[in-house]
């Protein structure tokens, strides 16, 4: 999928900017197109074209969708209609891109477009919540359709909140230990070089080492800066390369305790929207294609992307799972047995239901087993920089009582 700049004449007659994702410049030109739009100009998107915003590309939180979503399902429930309810939410919705994307789908469908169709042209909603909402319509059912996002979104963003919880103490321990390693070896640590210069060769190698990385750091600190940002650069250039993002996908499920924790939450995101998909009547190849753009992990979107292949070809779901090796024989059972039985939503529902509760148990023992070691990590550091100050005077001490 490449990013397309683009700028138009839409059928009311108003000029647009915007970016879009499309699998080639055709494909986009003709998704313009296919909208009424007159296309005036079209190219790759890039740095330099993107619409710039603060935090880079709009996007909603998980958390916003499921309030939008309950709050929209709560209102058609109690007998207002589609367009008066978009209103209701454009007014009272606090994040400000959901808002403007609401009343462009209260003004779309005004217009005549079917409210799956409406927001589909903004950016803000996720396929998944499009197309339920186009499986809602189908079907006359559009509360049980968002009641069903509602759920989905809050199960999300539930789980994206425990990861976020197990990562930010460490974050927390990890920035404190590097700022006490600065300020020892930056402002500590030279306030006893002078006594240590009348020492001549008689310093220890580990004190004469951070000494002269005192000196590095008080005289080429812009350096180190640089050094910094370009690795962080590089490492987000590889990262969004397909062979980077692959490599380090596989890094990520290998490393320990980190690693069981990237499987169980992808298990529980693919059983849980793969679950919801099935359950509106959507066809099984489209649900597969859906679920597949909502994983995180690179290779657990490969296999997925795969198993709708193989899928086409009259291969049973549970088979390509399998012989992935990415996911537990739980999943792949729980499959099984949901194809045999005819009962796969069911399957996965419980399937989802239980990697849920995986995901927090585990977010837990993350959380247990990182705490003592980043606080063993900080104390080591320290320790090492007082033995530095502390060992050329007591080699001082020494060598005087023995005079």
């Known amino acids: 999928m490449g990013n397309f700049s683009y700028s138009i004449i839409t059928k009311d007659g108003k000029e647009k900017k915007g970016n879009l994702e499309a699998e080639s410049k055709e ?36 958390k916003d969708l499921s309030v939008f979503c309950r709050q929209f399902n709560s209102l058609l429930v109690a ?58 319509e189908a079907s006359g059912n559009l509360e049980m359709s968002l009641q069903r996002m509602s759920e989905h979104f809050e199960k999300d963003t539930k789980v994206k909140g425990m990861l976020k919880k197990a990562m930010i103490y460490p974050a927390i321990l990890m920035t404190v230990a590097i700022g006490v390693l600065v300020l020892m070896v930056v402002v500590v640590l030279p306030k006893f070089s002078s006594m240590f210069e009348d020492m001549d060769g008689k310093m220890p190698g580990l004190t004469v080492a951070l000494l002269n990385l005192s000196d590095f750091i008080r005289h080429y600190w812009y350096f180190i800066i640089l050094i910094i940002v370009a690795l962080v650069i590089a490492f987000k250039m590889y990262k969004k ?45 489209e649900a597969m294609d859906i679920t597949a753009n909502t994983m995180d992990n690179v290779l657990y979107k490969e296999t997925l992307q795969d198993t709708k292949v193989q899928i086409q070809r009259g291969v049973s779901l549970a088979q390509p799972l399998k012989k992935s090796g990415l996911f537990p024989p739980l999943v792949v059972h ?59 005077m007591v080699t001082m001490y020494n060598t005087m009582g023995s005079m």
């Open 27 to 62: 494909k986009a030109m003709a998704q313009l197109k296919a909208e009424g739009n007159t296309v005036l100009k079209i190219q790759t998107g890039s740095a330099l074209n993107k619409d710039i915003s603060f935090g880079g590309r709009k996007k909603v939180k998980s």
């Open 79 to 136: 007998g207002v209609g589609v367009v008066p309810a978009l209103g209701m939410l454009s007014d009272q919705t606090e994040n400000k891109n959901l808002q403007v994307a609401i009343k462009n789908v209260r003004d779309n469908v005004e217009k005549g477009d079917t409210l799956a169709t409406a927001m589909k042209k903004e950016s803000v909603f996720p396929p998944i919540l499009v197309n339920m909402m186009d499986a809602g």
């Open 241 to 285: 390369s397909p062979e980077g993002a692959r490599k380090l996908a596989q890094i990520n499920l290998k490393l320990p305790v980190f690693g069981v924790l990237t499987t169980k939450t992808a298990c529980a995101r693919f059983t849980r929207t793969f679950s919801t998909m099935i359950a509106s009547g959507m066809p099984m190849l």
């Open 334 to 392: 729980m499959v099984s047995i949901g194809e045999e039985t005819g009962n796969l939503e069911e399957m996965l529902n419980n399937c989802a239901k239980y990697y849920d509760e995986e995901v927090e148990l585990a977010t837990q023992q993350v959380m247990a087993l990182l705490e003592p070691m980043i606080i063993i990590v900080l104390a080591g550091i320290v320790c090492l920089i007082l033995g530095a100050i502390y060992g050329p």
